[in-house]
């Protein structure tokens, strides 16, 4: 399959534990995107690369929130000292600058 | 903000009407993308529009771009049940290093009763 992957596709962890989730685009996209989608709204955008470039970064995100692509290939999302309001489903994106993007399933997190 | 606002929130329509959804943004795009998205599912692109198109077909979907109203619009025609989803907009940014960022609105929720 030569889609966008996600992994883990679920995750429950406590208050205050660091999470990683991974996303592997699909291979020649040199654009990558976070999006973070709550229930009942659309994707809100985290961040996105254009091959290791983080190019932006959303106000909207806390310094506990972190990614990276080393080697313009796979990208790691991380959050660290998680609370309950991080509970969401974490989605990935790759893309052709200036096409269409192709969606990862997403890793839904729940933080008790 | 540069991302779609679709109208209405919620459409609900018999098998075999047309669904006809709205979205509006701010400024300049490069091209404008519809999105679909199952219940608990993740987003799958149905179909982007470049800035210097009008309109676009595919299958029975038919997409219109106005870039002097900055509003688009997504056609189904012939609604089948297996459409009923959420349908997003996603303009792309037209320049600066926001070139191609896509953001999206909260999205139209379709619903097509058997």
């Known amino acids: 399959d030569t889609g966008v992957s996600q992994n883990p596709r679920h995750k429950i962890t406590k208050r205050g534990q660091n999470v990683t989730f991974r996303c592997d685009p699909i291979s020649e996209h040199n654009r990558l995107y976070w999006y973070r989608q709550t229930l009942g709204q659309g994707p809100e955008f985290l961040t996105y690369f254009q091959n290791e470039a983080q190019l932006e970064k959303s106000r909207l995100l806390s310094d506990r929130f972190s990614a990276e692509r080393p080697k313009g290939s796979f990208s790691t999302l991380e959050i660290q000292r998680t609370e309950q309001g991080d509970s969401a489903m974490y989605l990935c994106?790759?893309?052709?600058?200036?096409?269409?993007?192709?969606f990862g399933p997403g890793t839904r997190l729940l933080v008790l | 903000s540069q991302q779609g606002e679709e109208d209405p929130q919620a459409l609900s329509i018999q098998e075999g009407e047309n669904a006809t959804m709205n979205c509006s943004y701010k400024t300049s795009i490069n091209n404008l993308q519809w999105y679909r998205q199952n219940s608990g599912r993740g987003l799958v692109h149905l179909i982007l529009?470049?800035?210097?198109?009008r309109e676009k077909h595919s299958g029975r979907l038919r997409v219109t771009l106005d870039t002097s109203k900055k509003s688009s619009s997504l056609l189904i025609t012939a609604s089948r049940a297996a459409d009923t989803a959420s349908y997003f907009c996603a303009p792309a940014n037209a320049g600066g290093t926001s070139y191609g960022k896509l953001t999206f609105g909260q999205g139209t929720i379709l619903t097509v009763h058997p």
């Open positions: 529009i470049r800035s210097n198109e």
């Open positions: 994106a790759s893309s052709l600058v200036g096409l269409a993007s192709n």
